[in-house]
């Protein structure tokens, strides 16, 4: 059976999805969270960098503030304590004085060795600024080897300055980044970059990722680059834990998968082999005509027992056979059922036997075959065979199932609406279809608590109903008070508990005897 086939093939499809589910979110999850790992790290590097190089500004401007001191004083009555305090302190490469543009004083090549342009190496930044700090790829004494100048410029021309090795940084971002294998660049006011490369030999499908961080306190910028490899390296550990949990919940979602598709399959076998096994019967449940004061018609109700004697709720395999498409089977069989038990019957000729049709039967193409099929094989009993539709089954298919109704109507055959206003149809759905009863949904007949009180929305649906010369069926009675306010309203046909239960064949065929041909306690004396 070619579609059966098709179904497993999809059922392996789904339990293959189900299973990779956890699998691709897991991948996804922890590559943000390695994504993260490796960001936070590069983070804590990069604030690391910034703050031993805020210190060594620090360490500078007091310097700077202390040569204050040396203010007028010619070079070489300062040179010695010039020497003696950029040796003292760490960091310095050299300190000294200004006058103008020239170095008026330095701890390294003493008086006068030439103009600030020419010891670092380059054109001197236009700042405006009295204070000024630029990282230099050189100075005159030492061209190779990065440095950060630091100036302080005083009004009458006069100035100090020191120079910190850029080596010390270098070092740093040795002992910071190394392990990591980062690249990173260090920037004073945008000036030189101050650079400590690591060849990226380390192949990886993943690309480097870059940071930039920046001092609060001084103009200086970090910028951090991450081999790929290190993304690498921090999704696997991550993997490595949470990977586990998400092959346990992808084994878990297979089976669940699997399980609810195997009772699926066997709801619909099941259904199979208890139609084969006869397990399956119907109750009947007579319907009260108040004016003719008797039972003018049962309406058929499907059972399913199983063979240990537990029956299944009629609603649950009903619902389950219309997802598993087996309620056209099932229909077939609950007529046949039917059939047999009709011919056992004793009653007037246009007796009502109501039947419950599925909305998937009713777009089938043999629908209108069936009925009638089933009508000739009773034709003998003459009865009047209505068909219970529900809202639902009207609203797809409209002009079809339109035709279908007049055409099974034209033979005698009538079509009531069942659950009357428990659906999602409109009014206008009353006129559209060729319609004989409407049955009205117990829930409207339980608002009913006083026989002298209003109950709006029952009395509407019964005033239209009327009105557009539709019969009116109360279902679910429960009560006399219920029974009295439906008859005094004009509802002339009932079912429920009130006037009788759905019984089997055999006790509907006593109970037609007598109880069936028994008026209502109250009726008979109207
Ligand atoms: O009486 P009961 O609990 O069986 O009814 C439960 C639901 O099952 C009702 O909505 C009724 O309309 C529906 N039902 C009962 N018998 C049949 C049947 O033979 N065919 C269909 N399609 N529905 C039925
Ligand atoms: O939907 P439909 O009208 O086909 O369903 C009829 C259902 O209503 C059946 O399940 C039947 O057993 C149930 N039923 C019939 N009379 C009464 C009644 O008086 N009270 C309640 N609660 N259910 C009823
Ligand atoms: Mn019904």
């Given amino acids: ?113 030439g103009t600030l342009q020419q010891m ?32 302080r410029q005083l009004p009458d021309g006069e100035g100090f300055w020191a120079i910190i090795d850029g080596q010390y940084l270098l070092d740093f971002m040795s002992a910071v980044g190394s392990s990591q294998g980062y690249q990173m660049r260090m920037q004073f006011s945008g000036g030189s970059v101050i650079s400590l490369n690591h060849p990226d030999n380390r192949t990886s499908l993943f690309h480097p990722m870059t940071y930039h961080a920046s001092s609060s306190r001084y103009p200086i910028d970090v910028t951090l680059v991450a081999p790929g490899s290190e993304l690498g390296n921090a999704w696997q550990r991550v993997m490595f834990i949470f990977m586990p949990m998400a092959a346990i919940f992808s084994l878990l979602l297979m089976l669940l998968t699997a399980n609810w598709l195997r009772r699926r399959i066997s709801w619909r076998d099941e259904i199979r082999r208890a139609i084969q096994a006869k397990q399956f019967h119907m109750n009947y449940q007579p319907i009260y005509n108040s004016e ?21 709720r009629p609603d649950m395999f009903i619902n389950a056979a219309e997802s598993e498409k087996m309620i056209i089977p099932l229909t077939h069989h609950v007529l046949h059922l039917i059939a047999e038990d009709v011919q056992q019957w004793a009653v007037e000729p246009g007796f009502h036997l109501a039947i419950n049709v599925a909305a998937e039967h009713l777009q089938h193409p043999d629908f209108v075959k069936d009925v009638l099929t089933f009508a000739r094989r009773i034709a003998d009993k003459k009865l009047t065979i209505t068909l219970e539709l529900t809202e639902h089954s009207l609203i797809k298919d409209g002009p079809g199932v339109a035709a279908k109704l007049a055409s099974l109507r034209e033979r005698g055959i009538k079509v009531a609406i069942d659950d009357f206003g428990t659906g999602h149809c409109s009014l206008s759905y009353l006129q559209t279809f060729e319609l004989d009863y409407l049955k009205i949904d117990r829930g409207f007949i339980n608002a009913i608590e006083q026989l002298n009180g209003e109950t709006p929305v029952l009395d509407a649906i019964i005033a239209l109903s009327h009105k557009i010369q539709l019969q009116v069926l109360g279902e679910g009675v429960e009560s006399a008070l219920q029974y009295l306010y439906l008859r005094q309203h004009g509802v002339m046909f009932i079912q429920g508990f009130f006037y009788a239960r759905p019984m089997d064949n055999d006790r509907l065929r006593n109970w037609l005897k007598i109880e069936g041909k028994t008026p209502l306690e109250g009726d008979a004396v109207d």
């Avoid at 690391?48 to 060594?56: F, G, V, Y």
């Avoid at 500078?60 to 302190?89: F, V």
């Fill in 120 to 151: 670092i190496r380059r054109a001197v930044p236009v700042t405006g600024k009295a204070w000024w700090s630029l990282s230099i790829a050189g100075t005159a004494g030492v061209p190779d080897r990065s440095a950060i100048v630091f100036v």
């Fill in 1 to 113: 059976m070619p579609p059966l086939k098709q179904k497993r093939d999809l059922g392996w499809l789904l339990i293959v999805l189900a299973g990779l589910l956890p699998l691709v979110l897991g991948i996804i999850g922890t590559a943000i969270e390695a994504k993260n790992s490796v960001q936070h790290q590069q983070a804590l590097a990069a604030n690391t960098l910034l703050s031993q190089a805020e210190k060594m500004s620090d360490s500078a401007w007091n310097m700077i503030t202390s040569l204050r001191q040396y203010h007028y004083q010619p070079c070489d009555k300062i040179e010695k304590q010039l020497q003696l305090a950029g040796t003292l302190n760490a960091y310095f490469r050299s300190i000294g004085t200004l006058r103008g543009d020239n170095v008026n004083c330095s701890s390294a090549y003493g008086n006068n060795p």
């Fill in 292 to 312: 003719k004061q008797c039972c003018v018609g049962v309406e058929a109700l499907m059972r399913w027992r199983r063979p240990n004697g537990e029956l299944v």
